[in-house]
């Protein structure tokens, strides 16, 4: 078999398996347990298939393209560690299938949990087979994803899911540190992929970001591997399924953590960061965990600190950075793996049988179920590190590294401590449950398992014994090949041997052993006394700790930063806004010194700055009074308006001062129009509150608007201090005459070199105003604005006050002069308005400005007649006006076509009139009046349908008054 | 004027005219045909888009080049399957009016002007187009004071940065003398130095435009927007119109304004980290599953500005890489915040999705599978969108934006996650009512493509790639 298709079917075919396994039905328990044991064999076949080469030195490699843009190859690669690893998760992974199958009850869906596995241990073998750091951090956190869904299998009972939530959220959150990590020796070494990566160990150790780069990657490995202050997880973890904690918690998943810092050895260690971090994390694991371990109460509780305890040492040894020391690492790994995995198989078979696994509860099971009491005994003392197991000698090769490491008395001291804790716990294990009087009331009758669910645990105790007898002929070649794949040459001379003679480690050994006897006895009474939890560092509980953490971080932090960063208000937003585009802008022209430019202003003219003044007054008033008095406001915002088209004129442009001037005027009647249907303001500044708060306020807002104003000024000012580039404005002057036959060259642009816009424009313009008059002939006025003004209340209140005058008298002759005059304004107005229309091509004026002040007479009409009665006497029909105009305008287009010129081409000439003379004429005059009838037509439009409003509050009264609430839609 | 390579627009400009017509004449509710018709009119329109040739036209206002295409595809897909899923709400909350599917077509017309745009001038059109019917539409559920907030804020907001935007493009125009595209690339590209009314003008637009973008600190709008509006209007917000945005800010800053690069990478820098982190914290505070969006997206806003301000063609194409990327998680996410009804009632609080694991399992796993590749977990699609970016920036040295986005990640993951956590490990409240069929139909879709990205990135990275090419020339 080719290594590629042998490498990428031990990975695929886990997930294969997965896959059918899920897909069969819930109640398929022999199915699922025979796919599932069939894909776990059938992977440890292939495993052993690759050992001759393995075996030779050798190591197989695959590449698969993947990313190749990026240059990521998927790479699968195997050498002994990964071999040993993989040959770990297919054979510990095949014998928890067949436990499980005799484990998990009939009610559970079965083949999910199978399917779970499988994909978990494609996850392990693709973690453990990867060629590439990306590819390593990818499988990484699919492991921690599948064993989420592991934990979480008992999804119903609130344990498993926090069990499940909290492993997430702590080894998630490593292999994010992790995968950061392996990025940043990717860009140390220039290539993610593994062989290179392990083959610059100096560059990596030299690099100024190795710190980082290793702190990274040991928060990742850290966590996976529960070490303090990370363990945590570990004991809610028991919430799952046993055969999960069997494999996942004792064998494999744990393991990952130190795989990755075995796979990494050659590179990351051997500096002091890395022995410090490591070694001091692994010692206070080992010593934690051991210590917690003597007083749970759990089985499962008590092999999950005990796992965490060797999981300890492990880490401890690899932080030796010392070559025997990584040998005995690996050699313990294996050992733990085998003790472990039957101990918490056995702790699964006694919780089964007997309903629960309280040691407080138990008791004297060695005579209901013997057998498996002697299994459990050897694997305990496996355990403790009883001499001829497998225990025995990792530990003793442990004490030897202790002892060797230099010059810390610590730390064989340690050792023997933690040891001798962990003969007190593994003795709390066996005599707890095994010895002692007959148990009382446990949920069900004790008695041996069925043959095949105890058939795990012996296979795995025998090994237990036989390495533990004969370590180098069992073992012995294996961890050769694993060792020799991470040291390669520098692999030391090492001897795998019961008996090494009387010497300091074996003394230890035995003082550890008769300690932890000692201890067990004398804690009796504690324990029995049944109090949860270690003494003296009861309090200090990781969950509780994490928990706390992730509420201040998760609600009060963000809930706090959200309530200082962000608001709902929108004139804050819009503070925000300004002040933010304000410093932005303010900091580019300050930074890059944007000053005035090459042209020398000219003086300022007494006069022109007195207007200025008056300007800048009506603008601050309107700002002030915009709050309290809207009407106020739109009166001054006029006022400074008007002040623009002075300017206008003042610096020659009749035309635009003319246009301002109009636009101002409507705009302004407009608006006042539609203030009438404002609520109106009833709270006055200083009313109620604190005034100073207001102002205070206001004030500051004042300071923003003047910074933003001066701002733009300042802008402005650079811009027109400058030589203007190549603008159009040059192409436009000179040309209106010769070619548009005008003087007044905006209208010529208008009418003529940009008539095309101005069409569109006037469509525009048209199309709004049936916009609006559609909007508005739907529109209810607000309940609290229907009544008549308090003004006309007074009046109507005064006439009825007095015996000789009716209702409606005052109002009826309201405003009597000015009406009077504005009627006789109507058609003077009339006249100036054909008057600017006529001349516009030559002189300030056009038909836009024409039409606005046609309509201002319209406007005046409506405005202080009021609208019945304008309508009684003038008869506009807007549509008709904005149809004729829209229809000229495009005619007159049109007709230049006809002519065999381009669409809106001007024609001009100067025409002999009777008793007036020589006149220019131009057909621009006529698309001129198309544009003059649609202002006209489109600007009543939107009056009639404001001044409407008027009629109909008076309507909406009258209804209200006769029917309450009868504000009914439905056009009139 | 070469106006046929505009057809793609045209096409669209012309239906939506017609569907208004098709819609105002017959004296029934036309909702439902002119919803089709405008599904019609995109389909059609994106069939144009492909066989777009190369070129400019309107006098040099118009550009259709690979990434317009690319990014075009995008919007209309992304205007269609939200337009699909706002039907079935619209109907259900009382909303159905023609005008909603042709206010859609009309914004995503303004979108496409705007990624086509060669000249300052054209990207407003574009921008202006698009902003109008947003507004409306934010306040589409009229009677519903939060929606009216929402339209009202949008709207004074929105004016306030176009206003702003406006006023940078004539600072441009005022100092460097030209609006088109290629002539402004050429006059900051030369070795002149440049003027400091040009930065001063590149400044305000990129104001304008990190406010469509809801970049920090021009994000305030967002959550409230999205709280306001209506769930199916939002669908469209978070999705096709951050496309649009996206495209306008990548169009503006790797063309015309290029060679100025150094100008404003600092700013997009500060933006990008800022909206990271804040994306990730201000998400962790909410209840209300719309506003957990809008900070999602601030956070993801983060990460495309990080390619952007990277500007090397990796970092582009990263962008354009985690622009579809984030359309589809963001369009499977809003299909399941459209669904969110109970007893016919909207419901948008993240605990009402509790126990959706066990009353609708699909829903819940295209959720999880949308939570997670939005978390970034691989191999969910959302995990090489950041890889795309992250990478580049990486390599160009940006440590600090690289740390930040990789921390923020974090971050964001938790509460990601926690509506996993809520879906699938508490208890009911009762079951969300059955799912209308567009809905599924957007799940369906875009969960595949979220969960299988992995499988087959090439086409996608193929043609980000070209995109990129024809944008840096």
């Known amino acids: 078999m080719s290594d590629s298709l042998l490498l990428l079917s031990l990975v695929a075919l886990p997930f294969l398996g997965a896959l059918a396994a899920s897909l069969l039905a819930t109640h398929a328990r022999n199915a699922a347990a025979y796919l599932a044991g069939g894909v776990a064999l059938a992977g440890l076949a292939l495993v052993w298939t690759a050992y001759p080469t393995i075996s030779q030195g050798g190591v197989l490699r695959a590449e698969f393209a993947w990313v190749p843009q990026l240059g990521l190859n998927f790479v699968l690669r195997m050498d002994g560690l990964a071999w040993l690893f993989a040959g770990m998760v297919t054979g510990i992974g095949a014998l928890v299938v067949v436990y499980a199958r005799y484990y998990m009850s009939t009610e559970d869906p079965v083949p999910r949990f199978f399917a779970f596995l499988l994909a978990f241990m494609g996850a392990m073998c693709g973690l453990v087979l990867s060629g590439n750091l990306i590819q390593l951090a990818f499988f990484w956190e699919m492991t921690s994803l599948f064993s989420f869904l592991l934990i979480g299998y008992w999804h119903h009972t609130q344990a498993a899911r926090d069990g499940a939530r909290i492993a997430l959220t702590v080894t998630a959150t490593g292999g994010l540190c992790l995968f950061a990590g392996l990025l940043l020796i990717g860009h140390i070494v220039g290539s993610h992929d593994l062989d290179v990566v392990l083959a610059s160990g100096d560059a990596i150790r030299n690099h100024p970001l190795y710190l980082p780069a290793l702190v990274l990657v040991l928060l990742g490995a850290l966590t996976k591997s529960a070490q303090f202050p990370f363990h945590f997880w570990l004991p809610h973890a028991m919430a799952a399924p046993t055969p999960v904690s069997a494999y996942l918690h004792s064998a494999t998943l744990v393991k990952v953590g130190l795989f990755l810092m075995v796979r990494l050895w050659p590179v990351m260690a051997g500096t002091d960061a890395w022995f410090w971090i490591v070694g001091t994390a692994g010692l206070i694991t080992l010593l934690v965990g051991a210590y917690v371990a003597i007083f749970q109460h759990d089985l499962k509780g008590l092999l999950a600190y005990s796992t965490i305890s060797h999981l300890g040492l492990i880490t401890l040894l690899l932080g030796l950075n010392s070559h025997l020391a990584l040998v005995a690492a690996i050699f313990h790994i294996l050992n733990h793996a085998t003790f472990k995995a039957s101990l918490f198989m056995a702790a699964g078979i006694i919780d089964h049988e007997s309903g629960t696994r309280d040691i407080r509860r138990l008791s004297g099971l060695n005579r209901t179920m013997p057998f498996t009491g002697r299994l459990a005994l050897v694997a305990a003392a496996a355990m403790a590190g009883v001499p001829l197991l497998n225990g025995f000698i990792s530990k003793e090769m442990f004490f030897e590294e202790a002892l060797s490491a230099d010059g810390l008395l610590v730390l064989p001291l340690v050792a023997m401590l933690a040891s001798a804790f962990s003969v007190t716990y593994s003795l709390r294990f066996i005599h707890g449950t095994f010895f002692g009087p007959d148990p009382q009331d446990l949920p069900r009758q004790p008695h041996e398992p069925p043959a095949w669910m105890r058939f795990p645990v012996e296979i795995l105790v025998l090994g237990c014994i036989f390495v533990g007898v004969l370590p180098a002929a069992t073992v012995g070649p294996f961890l050769d090949l694993a060792a020799r794949s991470v040291l390669g040459e520098a692999t030391p001379y090492y001897s795998l041997a019961v008996w090494h003679g009387v010497n300091l480690p074996l003394v230890m050994s035995m003082i550890a052993l008769g300690g932890g006897v000692v201890l067990y006895m004398a804690l009796q009474k504690h324990l029995r006394s049944g109090i949860e939890g270690p003494p003296l560092i009861r309090r200090l509980e990781g969950r509780r700790i994490f928990e706390r953490a992730l509420v201040f971080l998760s609600w009060r932090l963000a809930r706090r930063l959200e309530g200082v960063l962000g608001t709902r208000r929108l004139q804050q937003q819009l503070r925000m806004v300004l002040l933010l585009a304000l410093a932005a802008g303010g900091f580019a022209a300050w930074h890059r010194g944007v000053g005035p430019g090459n042209l020398v202003p000219q003086g300022v003219d007494p006069v022109i700055a007195l207007v200025w003044v008056v300007g800048a007054a009506c603008a601050l008033g309107a700002a002030w009074q915009a709050k309290f008095h809207r009407f106020a406001a739109i009166m001054l915002l006029g006022g400074a308006g008007l002040v623009v088209c002075i300017t206008f004129v003042w610096f020659s442009a009749p035309d635009l001062a003319l246009t301002q001037l109009l636009v101002e005027v409507v705009t302004t009647v407009l608006l006042v129009l539609g203030l009438r249907w404002l609520p109106k303001r009833m709270d006055k500044p200083g009313a109620t509150g604190v005034e100073v708060v207001t102002i205070s306020r206001r004030l500051r807002d004042l300071a923003i608007a003047i910074a933003a104003g001066l701002g733009m000024a300042a802008l402005a000012f650079a811009v027109m201090t400058r030589t203007p580039p190549d603008l159009l404005a040059q192409h436009f002057l000179a040309r209106a005459y010769t070619e548009g036959g005008g003087t007044n060259v905006v209208n010529v642009i208008l009418v003529d070199f940009r008539a095309f816009d101005t069409l569109g424009e006037i469509f525009v313009l048209g199309a709004v105003a049936l916009t609006v008059f559609a909007l508005l002939r739907r529109f209810r006025p607000a309940p609290e604005s229907v009544e008549v003004p308090e003004q006309q209340r007074d009046q109507s209140a005064r006439d009825a006050e007095r015996p000789d005058r009716r209702d409606g008298d005052t109002v009826a002759d309201w405003l009597l002069v000015p009406s009077v005059l504005t009627r006789l304004l109507f058609p003077v107005i009339c006249i100036l308005a054909v008057h600017l229309l006529l001349r516009g091509h030559d002189q300030p004026g056009g038909g836009f400005a024409a039409g606005l002040v046609a309509s201002i007479a319209i406007i005046l009409q409506y405005m202080i007649g009021g609208a019945a009665w304008t309508e009684e006497k003038l008869r506009v029909l807007p549509l008709r006006w904005m149809g004729t105009g829209l229809l000229l305008a495009g005619g007159v287009g049109l007709a230049s076509l006809f002519f065999g010129m381009p669409f809106l081409t001007t024609y001009f000439a100067y025409a002999d009139l009777p008793w007036i003379g020589r006149v220019p004429t131009a057909s621009a005059l006529l698309f001129d009046i198309g544009v003059f009838a649609l202002v006209v037509g489109a600007t009543v439009l939107m009056l009639i349908a404001l001044a409407h409003q008027s009629v109909r509050g008076h309507r909406a009264e009258r209804r209200a008054e006769t029917a309450p609430r009868a504000l009914v839609p439905g056009e009139d | ?473």
């Not at chain 2, 329109?45 to 317009?68: K, R």
């Open chain 2, 1 to 473: 004027m070469n106006w046929t390579l505009a057809l793609p627009e045209l096409v669209l400009a012309l239906s939506g005219l017609a569907i208004l017509v098709a819609g105002v004449l017959p004296r029934r509710d036309m909702t439902f045909p002119c919803t089709m018709m405008v599904l019609g009119a995109f389909l059609l329109s994106g069939a144009f888009v492909l066989t777009q040739p190369d070129g400019m036209g309107f006098g040099g206002q118009y550009i259709s080049d690979a990434f317009a295409r690319f990014m075009k595809v995008l919007v209309l897909a992304g205007a269609a399957l939200a337009l699909l899923l706002a039907l079935d709400w619209n109907r259900a909350e009382g909303l159905s009016r023609f005008e909603y599917p042709v206010l859609v077509l009309f914004a995503t017309l303004g979108m496409m002007v705007m990624i086509s745009a060669n000249d300052l001038m054209s990207l407003y059109l574009g921008l202006e187009l698009l902003s109008l019917p947003l507004y409306v539409m934010a306040a589409f559920h009229r009677d519903n004071a939060r929606s009216s907030e929402a339209g009202l804020k949008y709207f004074v907001l929105g004016a306030l940065s176009s206003g702003l935007m406006l006023y940078g493009m004539s600072l441009v125009y005022g100092f460097a003398g030209t609006t088109n595209f290629a002539q402004l690339a050429q006059v900051l590209g030369g070795t002149a130095p440049i003027s400091a009314g040009v930065v001063v003008g590149i400044v305000f637009i990129i104001t304008g435009l990190c406010f469509k973008v809801a970049a920090v600190p021009f994000h305030m709008w967002t959550p409230d927007v999205y709280e306001g509006a209506p769930t199916s209007v939002v669908a469209y917000f978070a999705t096709a119109t951050k496309v649009g945005a996206i495209a306008a800010i990548v169009r503006v800053l790797a063309g015309p304004f290029g060679g100025a690069v150094d100008q404003w990478q600092q700013v997009i820098v500060l933006a990008s980290i800022a909206s990271m982190i804040l994306g990730a914290f201000a998400a962790i505070g909410q209840t209300n599953i719309k506003r957990l969006m809008a900070y999602s997206w601030i956070s993801h806003t983060g990460f495309v500005l990080m390619g952007l301000a990277v500007g090397t063609e990796a970092g582009l194409r990263g962008v354009l890489i985690y622009t579809p990327i984030y359309l589809m998680m963001s369009l499977g996410a809003f299909s399941v915040l459209v669904a969110m009804r109970r007893n016919g009632h909207a419901v948008e609080n993240i605990q009402d999705l509790a126990g959706l694991g066990r009353t609708d399992p699909a829903m819940a796993l295209g959720m999880a599978i949308f939570m997670f590749a939005m978390a970034g977990i691989p191999p969910l699609s959302g995990f090489f969108a950041k890889l795309y970016v992250l990478l580049p920036a990486v390599e160009a040295g940006f440590w600090l934006m690289a740390v930040v986005a990789v921390l923020s990640s974090v971050v964001s993951a938790y509460y990601y996650l926690r509506v996993v956590k809520v879906m699938y490990f508490d208890a009911s409240t009762g079951a969300l009512d059955a799912r209308p069929s567009g809905v599924s139909f957007v799940l369906a879709g875009t969960g595949l493509f979220t969960m299988f990205f992995f499988l087959m990135p090439a086409p996608l990275l193929a043609a980000a790639r070209q995109a990129v090419a024809a944008l840096i020339g």
